[in-house]
């Protein structure tokens, strides 16, 4: 069992930066690949990135590639999500969940946060 708890949402203009990390606790982190996975108002939950148990892998949802960054720190039990030149329609709930194999599925993972909510204004 792991616990994962999301942090540094919030709201940024259209064009800004936000950080989101993930504090996980619970059985060895680096056991784990990490995902985020994003829920805007009225939409279906999607993949946003992952990475491998090393860190050595990294994925993107093709509307994010470029401007945001998945990453992880084994010491420290903890996954960012580094978001950059945010738009409006990007507004969501941002989830940090953990599986056992990398994937953009959703079924892959077994263990989500409480998620995080980030606004964009235009």
């Known amino acids: 069992q792991v616990q994962l708890v999301e942090s540094g949402g919030g709201l940024v203009q259209a064009g800004g930066s936000l950080r989101l990390s993930c504090a996980a606790s619970?059985?060895?982190?680096?056991?784990?690949?990490m995902g985020w996975f994003r829920q805007g108002p009225g939409r279906e939950r999607e993949f946003v990135a992952s990475?491998?148990?090393?860190?050595?892998?990294?994925y993107y949802a093709d509307s994010v590639e470029g401007r945001f960054t998945i990453s992880r720190d084994n010491a420290k039990n903890t996954s960012r999500l580094q978001m950059n030149s945010l738009k409006p329609d990007e507004a969501a709930v941002y989830y940090c969940?953990?599986?056992?194999?990398?994937?953009?599925?959703?079924?892959?993972?077994?263990?989500w946060g409480q998620g995080s909510q980030v606004t964009v204004s235009s």
């Open positions: 969940t953990a599986g056992w194999i990398v994937s953009r599925a959703q079924n892959q993972y077994d263990f």
């Open positions: 619970g059985r060895t982190f680096s056991s784990y690949a």
């Open positions: 990475i491998n148990r090393s860190g050595s892998g990294t």
